[in-house]
């Protein structure tokens, strides 16, 4: 069976401190990466999402950067992080494109 | 641009009754997902829907979808307090030639079933 895998599952961070966040997909090949964020009380916003090895497609201009370095490796960066960079943020992966996706667990981050 | 709008926001539900919930999306669609978060929680899919007309059923759940209205629905038949949760429902539109399915998520509904 699959697996997806995010961490950390908290992170409180200083204004302007950089930013890694990971996600690995255990149990499938070439899948289909995707992050997301969620505001407080809000819907998912698509950050940024993956079709393979070194493919990344940016949805909305951020202060964010993906990548993926490995078939099941996505990775979330940041330079240097805002306020406004405070959110839950999901990883998910699907099979394809006639699939559902499926999210890991999260990571909160908050910044202060 | 595909807008997802769902109503109502917030649903204050008894337990045993039935109710309704409804998405809404602004343009042509491939399919449409209905996924549940528990607070602090991540997403758990609940229903693909593929075509017009479908319908589909999981214990007390049924999610439809009309593709001409673009409209899916999601019933909750004699709610149970194990069903409170936030529940979203999320479009995608395959492009041309693409290899993956962008979804854009509703605001999602608060579901709160009490005793």
């Known amino acids: 069976s699959q697996t997806i895998h995010q961490w950390p599952a908290t992170l409180v961070q200083p204004v302007g401190s950089p930013l890694s966040l990971e996600c690995t997909v255990e149990g499938t090949s070439n899948p289909n990466l995707y992050w997301y964020r969620q505001a407080a009380g809000r819907g998912l916003q698509l950050l940024f999402y993956s079709v393979g090895i070194g493919q990344i497609s940016s949805e909305v201009p951020q202060n964010l950067s993906a990548s993926r370095p490995q078939d099941r490796q996505f990775i979330l960066s940041s330079k240097k992080l805002l306020l406004s960079d405070s959110g839950f943020y999901l990883c998910?992966?699907?099979?394809?494109?006639?699939?559902?996706?499926?999210f890991g667990d999260g990571t909160r981050l908050s910044i202060l | 641009e595909l807008k997802v709008e769902q109503n109502p926001l917030f649903l204050s539900m008894q337990e045993g009754k039935n109710y309704t919930i409804y998405c809404n999306y602004s343009t042509t669609s491939d399919r449409l997902y209905w996924y549940r978060q528990d607070p602090g929680k991540s997403l758990e899919s609940l229903f693909v829907l593929l075509s017009n007309g479908a319908v589909k059923q999981e214990g007390r759940l049924m999610a439809s979808l009309d593709t001409k209205a673009r409209l899916s629905t999601l019933h909750i038949t004699a709610a149970v307090h194990d069903l409170s949760a936030t529940y979203f429902c999320a479009v995608t539109r395959l492009y041309y030639g693409g290899a993956t399915n962008k979804l854009i998520f509703g605001t999602g509904t608060l579901l709160a079933v009490q005793p």
């Open positions: 998910a992966w699907s099979r394809n494109s006639n699939q559902p996706q499926h």
